[in-house]
């Protein structure tokens, strides 16, 4: 039996929606740990396009699927996904962290609202909700899925927290009807309460005799703790976000593997020392269809950052590598990596801790002769040698195998290389 985690090494939308898919063939149960309807995933088979918010995207297969402690949960869009998935004949079998936090009408409204305050200095939130109510988490002030499973309990306490919360909904402006909301949610909480479960106790009854898949949402560069603060999501992509989004023990995870695109992207604010915001940021953007799933907004684009995907394999001990979207490099005259930075007269090769100065580095490029003819393969050997080139370089810089290579969109667009 194997544990896998996938993990994304940029700043999301890496592809992991296709490599779980791939890995969930093999799965007996998938479980998603962290973060919330802000992530999005894109499975393509044949001409149908499957998009997920919140459940984990091996669903499409049959395969018994877990949203964790760790997740933050927007019921009616939990509901959205069951019923999408029934509508195309896929049977759901989906268990709920009882643990789980909610996301509550307020937070959303407080996003919203605070990133119109910050103005230029604004984050570059999905403006779901995620970053309010994983503060309300932290400062104990959480509705959990339990609560809202037992109207008792969640009348209970909403009068408590709005209580607390009444003079910042009057400072805010936001105006909300508590009676409504226990209404609405009350009904969400009778919908999903066949599905809500002890997944701690669940996944660690069968982590030893099962095999089982965690599926990151956004990446590395996003972590709160990691990433490039303060432009990062709320909670932790990292590897280790599994032990407290899901409550397995890290010696219970085989094999990680790191998804990386060919290429950078980025959505929202923040330093992205690769960006490209000319010709070449246009054509990855159009080629690729950098578009976000969640929010639509078109995706910074810029050369493959070494320094930074260094960085995450480090801190995340990848053993395998699925590199995504080569395809999109087809027909480049040139093709370059970041392999360090310049700043100050300085060469570094480490991905520094401050905003202000990744704000400032200077990008040292390796370039590569360019290539055609990836797009659609299916078999390692019938890549253009000087694909193949760049992926071995990808191999030695992060000192990792390569596990699978996307050649494309579909489900079949894949080459798998070392899938144990």
Sequence with gaps: MATIAIVGLQWGDEGKGKVTDYFSEHADCVVRYQGGNNAGHTVVIGDKKYKFHLIPSGAIRGKKVVIGNGVVVNPKILLEEINMLKSNGIDIDLMISDRAHVIMPYHIKMDGIEEERLGKKKIGTTKRGIGPCYSDKIARMGVRIGDIID???????????????????????????????????????????????????????????????????????LDIDYGTYPYVTSSNPVVGGIS?????????????????????????????????????????????????????????????????????????????????????????????????????????????????????????????????????????????????NYIDFISEKLNAGIAMVSTGAKREDTIIIQSD
Excluded: H
Excluded at 156 to 165: A, E, G, M, S, T
Excluded at 296 to 310: E, I, P, T
């Design 244 to 388: 407290t989004g899901a409550g397995i023990s890290p010696k219970k995870i085989d094999k990680i593997v790191g998804v990386l695109k060919a290429y950078s992207t980025r959505v929202g604010m923040g330093a992205m020392p690769t960006e490209d915001k000319g010709k070449i940021g246009e054509y990855l953007a159009r080629k690729g269809n950098e578009f976000g799933t969640t929010t639509g907004r078109r995706r910074r684009c810029g050369w493959l950052d070494m320094v930074a995907a260094k960085y995450a394999a480090m801190v995340n001990g990848i053993d395998k590598i699925a590199i995504t979207k080569l395809d999109v490099l087809d027909g480049l005259e040139k093709v370059k990596v970041c392999t360090g930075y310049e700043y100050d007269g300085k060469f570094y090769d480490r991905f520094p801790s401050s905003p202000d100065i990744l704000e400032k580095v200077k990008p040292i490029y390796e370039e590569f002769d360019g290539w055609d003819g990836v797009a659609g393969k299916k078999k390692y050997e019938d890549l253009p040698i000087k694909a193949r």
């Design 151 to 221: 109207e008792k309990k969640l009348k209970k306490r909403l009068d408590n927290l709005f209580q607390i919360k009444k003079p910042i909904f009057e400072t805010y402006g936001i105006k909300i009807n508590k009676d409504e909301i226990i209404k609405e949610y009350i009904l969400y909480g009778k919908k999903i309460s066949p599905y809500v479960g002890d997944t701690i106790y669940y996944l660690n009854s069968i982590i030893d005799e099962k095999n089982v898949l965690f599926e990151g949402a956004q990446g590395f560069l």
